[in-house]
């Protein structure tokens, strides 16, 4: 019965949500600095000079 209460202290069947809530931050911080990079004056530019070229 000891053995059994320290497998389940020991255990990390918690980790997967731990895992989930860090790797989901991690994507919408990547998310909010594309977005703040793609917004900028010099990015719009360029894109719309690329997408300006490729219509033509």
């Known amino acids: 019965m000891l053995r059994k209460m ?6 990390d069947a918690g980790m997967n949500t731990a895992e989930y809530a860090v790797g989901t931050l991690a994507a919408v911080a990547f998310a909010g600095i594309l977005l703040k990079v793609l917004t900028s004056g010099n990015v719009q ?8 070229r490729a219509l033509r």
């Open 45 to 52: 530019a360029a894109l719309t000079g690329v997408i300006d």
């Open 6 to 11: 320290i497998a389940r202290l020991r255990g």
